[in-house]
């Protein structure tokens, strides 16, 4: 693995669950700051990804304040080489991390992962398009970057863990693994995104502002007149930027048209691309309903014969609306979950817990059914799995029956 440290450079220059499964029943659990001066193996010694914003600021302030050891990195994943359409400040993060680093008085490095980057996060996400999924590229860069490659590096170079930004929180069990808990903001809980990450990975993970409400972030970062104090939160693709996902696919995956059918078989009109839409989209489909007060919805994507089929978004609706799925790639942030249990699903990011009950069978696979009606369940994203607050796991969506 080739990864490149840049230390030297400057930008310029280059809800609680009624039911909960036996599994967790009676457990005991011990809380554990995220933050701790010291290790079984000694003095502990954390780097800091800072993206340049105020989240990752704040929570290299708080391991400063605690006086563990730190430094700070930024992960340089992305520069835009292609020119696609968009906002891609990199230079300006990297900058504004360097800022609030030397605010701190602490040292500063931009870690050059282009190159692993575009294998294990844009050929992920592209190749997900082109199968017809809609993949989930910030839960695999948690995985496979922030806690994958960069934790790597930050061990080849002496340090004992990563901290980040994230809105979530660890706690210690009576065995000593670790377990992930939503963030105290739950508008702002980023458990989700780490559903697939290991045990391992867990361990060596520090999520300094868990316990912080986002009002009181930007308030420290004010008090410490950090750089990034009043900075917008970032809405793009992960380390990418405010880039459309369409923008972003025309730029590698050539258009692709065909017809676009409604749910009683009839062309409506015509496509740019199967990758260019996802299960439930109503913005951009560009085709008029002629319905007074209803828009088509994508509900379906057929690869055999390159059509789109909309319809409209009601209950109803048995292509949109599904109370069974099957979830693969089985991943568990503790012990793995081998018998039939009930349990709390995230079928996305800002989806509300829903009761679901989960039955696994053959390898890393399960089947899911939901207590309600889910919109819109989309093969490729990824399902968090809950027990109350705590994060048990994920899968990534494969089928979705039909109700």
């Not at 029943?25 to 780097?47: C, D, F, H, W, Y």
């Not at 340089?76 to 993060?93: F, H, L, M, R, S």
Request: hydrophobic share 40%.
């Amino acid at each position: 693995m080739r990864i490149v440290s840049e230390a030297s450079q400057r930008p310029s220059d280059h809800l609680a669950f009624r039911n909960p499964s036996p599994r967790f029943a009676n457990r005991q659990i011990s809380a554990k700051l995220p933050i701790r001066k010291m290790s079984a193996q000694g003095t502990e010694k954390v780097l800091v990804a800072m993206s340049g914003g105020v989240d990752s600021s704040v929570a290299a302030l708080l391991l400063e304040r605690a006086g563990v050891p730190i430094e700070g990195a930024y992960m340089k994943n992305w520069i835009n080489e292609e020119n696609i359409v968009g906002d891609c400040p990199w230079q300006t993060d990297i900058e504004d991390a360097r800022l609030v680093a030397d605010t701190l008085g602490i040292p500063f490095r931009v870690v050059n992962l282009m190159r692993e980057y575009r294998t294990r996060v844009v050929d992920y996400l592209l190749a997900g398009y082109q199968s017809g999924v809609t993949p989930n590229p910030d839960v695999m860069c948690n995985r496979d970057m922030k806690f994958g490659v960069f934790l790597e590096y930050a061990r080849q170079n002496g340090f004992t863990a990563v901290a980040t930004g994230h809105y979530a929180r660890r706690l210690q069990r009576s065995d000593g693994s670790w377990e992930i808990l939503e963030g105290v903001d739950k508008n702002k809980d980023q458990s989700y995104f780490l559903a697939l990450l290991r045990q391992s990975q867990i361990a060596a993970a520090r999520f300094p502002i868990g316990e912080l409400q986002k009002p009181a972030v930007r308030s420290l970062a004010a008090k410490h007149q950090f750089a990034t104090a009043a900075k917008k939160d970032s809405q793009g693709i992960c380390f990418i930027g405010e880039v459309k996902m369409s923008h972003f696919l025309r730029a590698f995956v050539p258009d692709n048209p065909g017809l676009i059918r409604n749910h009683f078989g009839k062309v409506v009109g015509e496509h740019r691309g199967l990758h260019l839409y996802t299960l439930g989209q109503k913005r951009g489909v560009g085709v008029p309903s002629n319905t007074p007060h209803e828009a088509y919805v994508v509900v379906e994507k057929r690869a055999a014969t390159n059509e789109l089929i909309v319809a409209f978004d009601r209950p109803d609706n048995c292509r949109l609306y599904s109370t069974r799925c099957r979830i693969g790639s089985l991943s568990f942030t503790n012990r793995p979950l081998d018998q039939k249990a009930m349990l709390l699903a995230k079928p996305r990011y800002r989806a509300r817990a829903a009761e679901v009950r989960f039955e696994p069978f053959g390898e890393e696979r399960a089947m899911l059914e939901f207590g309600q009606p889910q919109r819109a369940l989309t093969p490729g994203q990824v399902c968090a799995l809950y027990d109350g607050e705590t994060l048990v796991g994920g899968g990534i969506f494969e089928e979705i029956a039909a109700r």
